[in-house]
């Protein structure tokens, strides 16, 4: 389903997305900010400072669902259509875990149209983000492993919490799953070749202090001081003309963004066989019953 027929279905009658408002902030953020509620997602703007903060709140560990990524996709399309919104700031509502990564329920025990629809929306999020012309900041305040990390990837910079149970990486290859070009590319843009090789080898999950040695990651600051540092460098970004920056960002980020838009569909076909083979349900459905297990 495209993007259009997803948020369709989102509105339909009965749909907690249905109705969302965009009002006055009962508490937080500076004078005239403003909130706005979907299920998923929720929004504090602050016009004045031109920055809305975006936060995850898609429990028990905001997996990218096939709903939180259409729920994503629509508040990130509101907010580059809207004139007073220059930077956006992405965290988790609740401290703890930023992203899980992407839903394994979506890529388990499903139908090919089903893997084909899910990838088209992984797509989707990644060219939003990755192509923005807003200035992205990741306020990393919980751990971020596999498609986590790839949302954090895709921004400008990001600040992560100094919790050492706050882990951060593409751990594909541990699930049994590999990490597809696009998620490899936009990594060694951030930490380089030989890094990104190492880490997508083993699956490497790293601490905070290893995560800024590698270049994972920008800053390393106090759990209570991850949005406020977010917000702050967010106003260095937000110096710099829009025009040069943007330009700026879309020089470096071009060829990254045109190798998947020559290869989208391809990847998805890549995608919806890889997943549907025997052997790679069996490791997923085997990852997710020990996650299961670790609670029953
Ligand atoms: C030719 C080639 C073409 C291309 C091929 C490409 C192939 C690549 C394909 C896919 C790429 C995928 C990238 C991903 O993002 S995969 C997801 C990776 N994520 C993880 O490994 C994280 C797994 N989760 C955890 O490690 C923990 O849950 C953690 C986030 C650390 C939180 O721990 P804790 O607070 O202890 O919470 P629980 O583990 O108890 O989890 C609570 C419940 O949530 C369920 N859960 C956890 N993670 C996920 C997830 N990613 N998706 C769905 N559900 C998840 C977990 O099972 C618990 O459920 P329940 O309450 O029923 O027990």
Not at 195 to 213: H, K, S, W, Y
């Amino acid at each position: 389903m495209a993007l259009v027929a997803r948020v369709r279905a989102l509105l339909l009658p009965g749909s907690r997305l249905r109705g969302a408002t965009l009002g006055r902030a009962a508490n937080g953020g500076g004078a005239g900010a403003r909130r706005a509620l979907s299920h998923r997602v929720l929004v504090e703007a602050d016009p004045a400072a031109g920055v809305a903060v975006v936060k995850f709140r898609n429990p028990p560990v905001n997996s990218l669902s096939l709903e939180m990524l259409t729920e994503l996709g629509i508040c990130l399309e509101k907010l580059e259509n809207d004139k007073t919104v220059r930077g956006i700031v992405l965290t988790a509502d609740r401290p703890g875990i930023f992203s899980a990564g992407l839903d394994l329920t979506e890529m388990c025990g499903r139908n090919p149209a089903h893997y084909a629809e899910f990838w088209k929306a992984v797509q989707e999020l990644w060219l939003r983000l990755y192509q923005s012309n807003m200035a992205l900041g990741a306020a990393i305040n919980g751990t971020c492993p596999a498609g986590g990390c790839l949302l954090s990837l895709t921004c400008d910079y990001r600040i992560l919490a100094d919790n050492p149970k706050y882990t951060i990486g593409l751990n594909e290859t541990q699930l049994g799953i590999f990490a597809p070009f696009w998620f490899k590319d936009t990594m060694v843009n951030t930490i380089g070749h030989r890094a990104t090789e190492r880490a997508l080898q083993l699956g490497l999950l790293f601490t905070p202090a290893e995560a800024l040695q590698v270049g994972l990651v920008d800053q390393v600051v106090p759990e209570d001081q991850v949005q406020s540092t977010a917000l702050s460098v967010m106003s260095q970004w937000l110096a710099i003309p829009d025009h040069a920056r943007q330009l700026t960002k879309t020089m470096m980020r071009k060829a990254t963004v045109d190798q998947l838009l020559k290869h989208r569909e391809a990847d998805i076909q890549n995608f919806v066989s890889f997943i549907s083979r025997d052997s790679i349900q069996k490791v997923l459905q085997v990852y997710l019953q020990k996650l299961r297990k670790k609670n029953h």
